[in-house]
């Protein structure tokens, strides 16, 4: 991988976005997300546009109480926080998520949830937008922090899910038949009083399962989700001191993990046995995960694993050098 260019006006070209969280790759466009702004470091924040290039093209701040830019508020929040990003293009729909801000980000864990004034500066809302127009069209009350969104594959599921990081809960966002969007809690993730805290999660190709990862226990859990509406648990395992992301090919058939959240959240010690930084390799049976192998980012010096891109010569039409069959890259935080 070369470094093709770097964008190091962001916050001013955008008019005060801080923290760029997800990168969401649209044709022609890459959709950037922040955390925050430079006016109060709170939540309030936007969408940030770009080009493939990485030209500037505009910013699509969240829907407030003082502005909720033509959104119907569904009910009691408004809160123009944000977080994650995922469009479902045939319904002309994009989806938004809410975190928190700066102020809260930076803050050391163990003090900010010793902080009552900081627990409540977090998002309780996701957002549907017109994709086309870029407009939000409705704010949905999710309390709670609901942060990594994932939307059915089917042509016909047109719904997505989410996780609420301090209510411990799975979120079912969806389309009703005359074409509302609504949002429902549909399960329970471990017990929401020990804070298991669910970050990343992943929807299998067919639609049946939901992983879910939550971070505090370093738990793995899968969800049967063939009927949305109602998800089950029917897997769970221990899969370090922490986690965070998750990626899983396109036949569900291996489970790739990282450990890291926030480098100044991070875990500094792991119990004996426990790894504490890692990238985990799993194959999963149907049934049951089996570790293939682990790398140790901190023996290692890589610093602390966190979002990974997997490649596929399959899926594209390019030459494939012998004896490789795919490829992946791995972010870190130090």
Not at 186 to 196: H, R
């Amino acid at each position: 991988p070369r470094v093709h260019k770097t964008i190091e006006d962001f916050v001013d070209r955008s008019g005060g976005v801080v923290g760029p969280h997800t990168s969401y790759a649209m044709p022609g466009r890459m959709l950037i997300t922040g955390l925050s702004n430079d006016k109060d470091h709170g939540g309030v924040t936007g969408m940030v546009e770009y080009t493939n290039e990485g030209e500037y093209i505009a910013t699509y701040w969240m829907p407030t109480d003082a502005d909720l830019q033509g959104a119907v508020k569904s009910g009691s929040f408004a809160d123009g926080y944000g977080y994650d990003v995922r469009a479902l293009p045939r319904r002309n729909v994009l989806v938004t998520s809410s975190f928190t801000g700066w102020n809260n980000y930076m803050m050391d864990l163990g003090q900010m949830m010793a902080d009552p004034e900081a627990m409540q500066r977090f998002g309780n809302t996701v957002v549907v937008w017109d994709l086309h127009k870029r407009q939000p069209k409705k704010v949905l009350d999710v309390p709670g922090a609901p942060l990594e969104i994932r939307c059915a594959w089917g042509s016909r599921n047109n719904y997505c899910f989410t996780t609420t990081a301090l209510t411990s809960k799975i979120w079912l966002i969806y389309e009703d038949d005359g074409g509302d969007w609504h949002a429902k809690p549909v399960a329970d993730i471990g017990v929401a009083e020990q804070i298991p805290l669910p970050v990343d999660i992943s929807i299998s190709a067919d639609d049946s399962l939901l992983w879910v990862d939550t971070w505090n226990d370093g738990m793995a859990r899968v969800f049967d989700i063939s009927d949305p509406h109602n998800a089950k648990e029917i897997y769970a395992e221990k899969i370090g001191a922490q986690i965070n992301m998750l990626s899983q090919s396109w036949d569900g058939k291996r489970v790739y993990f990282t450990s890291s959240l926030l480098s100044n959240w991070d875990k500094r010690q792991a119990a004996d046995g426990e790894d504490l930084q890692y990238f985990k390799s799993y194959t999963w049976d149907g049934e049951k995960l089996n570790l293939q192998f682990s790398i140790d980012f901190l023996a290692a010096g890589l610093g602390m694993p966190h979002q990974m891109r997997f490649g596929s010569y399959a899926l594209y039409a390019k030459h494939r050098p012998a004896g490789e069959d795919s490829a992946v890259s791995v972010a870190a935080n130090y």
